[in-house]
């Protein structure tokens, strides 16, 4: 299972960014979607993540500010971020767990993660 992660940028304090990751290879299941960002000099940290059933967890720095979503049809997960502040740059990254397919019909865990996609706020 791969994990393709698309649509950061430069935007301007205030403005507003998507960034999409799509999950493909040999997948069973996919259980929890998540992003997270590393900033220079800093570790990584969980931004927000979203379950099969679609339960969200945000870090307390985004809440109100950003929105998980996911489209399990497609295999894609989105983040939505509203009012940017320069703090907010970082590269993203998006996560996923759950079972791949293997040979037989069985399957086996994974998780994976994506690239990486910049995201710059400018003051």
């Known amino acids: 299972v791969q994990l393709q992660a698309s649509g950061g940028g430069l935007v301007q304090a205030g403005g507003s960014l998507r960034v999409s990751c799509v999950a493909s290879?040999?997948?069973?299941?996919?259980?929890?979607m998540g992003w997270y960002r590393q900033a220079p000099g800093k570790q990584r940290e969980l931004v927000a993540k979203?379950?099969?059933?679609?339960?969200?967890n945000y870090a307390d720095s985004v809440k109100g500010r950003f929105t998980i979503s996911r489209d399990d049809a497609k295999n894609t997960v989105y983040l939505q971020m509203n009012s940017l502040k320069p703090e907010d740059t970082a590269v993203y990254y998006c996560?996923?767990?759950?079972?791949?397919?293997?040979?037989?019909?069985?399957?086996?865990?994974?998780?994976?993660w994506g690239q990486g996609t910049q995201v710059t706020v400018s003051s």
């Open positions: 996560n996923a767990d759950g079972r791949s397919s293997i040979s037989l019909g069985g399957s086996r865990y994974y998780n994976v």
């Open positions: 979203i379950s099969s059933g679609g339960s969200t």
């Open positions: 290879g040999s997948i069973f299941s996919i259980n929890v």
